[in-house]
């Protein structure tokens, strides 16, 4: 299993109207794994049932994915709501996993640690899997969202107001789409000046957006 291409739809697309993370996987040469769903929850025992119940007795690593994923982005404080894995007739050697998120950078790093850890445990090797969460929930502490500036994304979520994180490290923020798209830094809109000021005083954040 390679990882062909990796996407984040961070607006409503096919698969969702929330922000969710696609990876397109190259299952050529693909080989089942007796045992790798029971190896998967010997290291991570704390999944939900369901997820419990996929892994139970998978043997293909595309089928292991999309719950390891879900799985690493909890344990690192950062969960997702949803998640799934589509496959296509038209395109057997292909497989689709969409894995929601909360935090971008968080999701593109379990990707990667889940995609590692199923190989590891489909060649029965070993993984330092302690270091791996060490990293994830670094990375979520540094690119968590400020209290305040949360309760209103998740306010306006709740609305079904689509919110985009427009930098790493600021807390500023596009809400909804097109003519009707609000700026928000911290706690203060694009009502005031104040947003702008900010902005045009900052040169690298200028470049950036």
């Not at 790093?109 to 590692?116: D, E, G, K, V």
């Amino acid at each position: 299993m390679n990882i062909a291409e990796q996407r984040f739809l961070r607006g409503p697309s096919l698969y969702a109207a929330s922000p969710c993370l696609l990876a397109i996987l190259d299952l050529a040469g693909a080989q089942p794994a007796a045992g790798l769903g029971a190896r998967l929850l010997a290291l991570l025992p704390a999944m939900s049932a369901e997820a419990a119940a996929r892994l139970s007795d998978c043997q293909a690593e595309h089928e292991a994915l999309e719950s390891v994923v879900m799985e690493l982005q909890r344990l690192a404080g950062a969960p997702g709501a949803f998640s799934q894995t589509l496959l296509d007739a038209a395109r057997p050697q292909q497989a689709r996993v969409v894995c929601a998120y909360t935090v971008e950078q968080v999701a593109g790093r379990a990707l990667r640690t889940a995609a590692a850890l199923i190989q590891a445990c489909a060649r029965q090797e070993t993984f330092d899997l302690d270091a791996a969460l060490a990293d994830l929930r670094a990375t979520a502490e540094r690119h968590a969202i400020g209290t305040s500036t949360g309760a209103v994304v998740a306010a306006a979520q709740r609305r079904g107001i689509p919110c985009l994180r427009l930098t790493e490290e600021a807390n500023l923020f596009q809400l909804g789409w097109g003519s009707r798209q609000k700026r928000l830094q911290a706690t203060i809109t694009g009502a005031t000046n104040h947003v702008a000021v900010g902005i045009a005083s900052d040169k690298q954040l200028t470049k950036t957006l």
